[in-house]
């Protein structure tokens, strides 16, 4: 399970779930926590860090989802199997 952490209004509510997942009430331990205040953007006003964050974890996510697809799968994502195989 993955918990995505923001810096928005419902970060309160991000720290109480990953207080309770912490807690191993579950009683799964395989948890994996991504917090977009561990992540620097140098240059950019704190103000604008709501309107970048959901940028930064759609990157996170959808990177994270493609490398284990990629595991999964044990297809390099670089290499295209089909790009200039057909006319579109």
Known sequence: ????????ECRA???RVEAFLRSGVTGDEDYV??????YAIPGLDDDFR???LPW???VLATDRMARHYETVTKHNRK?????H????
């Open 1 to 8: 399970m993955s918990l995505f952490k923001g810096e928005d």
């Open 13 to 15: 509510l991000d720290n």
């Open 33 to 38: 926590f991504i917090d977009t205040a561990e």
């Open 50 to 52: 709501v309107i970048v």
């Open 56 to 58: 930064i974890l759609t």
């Open 79 to 83: 290499y295209r199997r089909y790009y």
């Open 85 to 88: 195989q057909f006319d579109y």
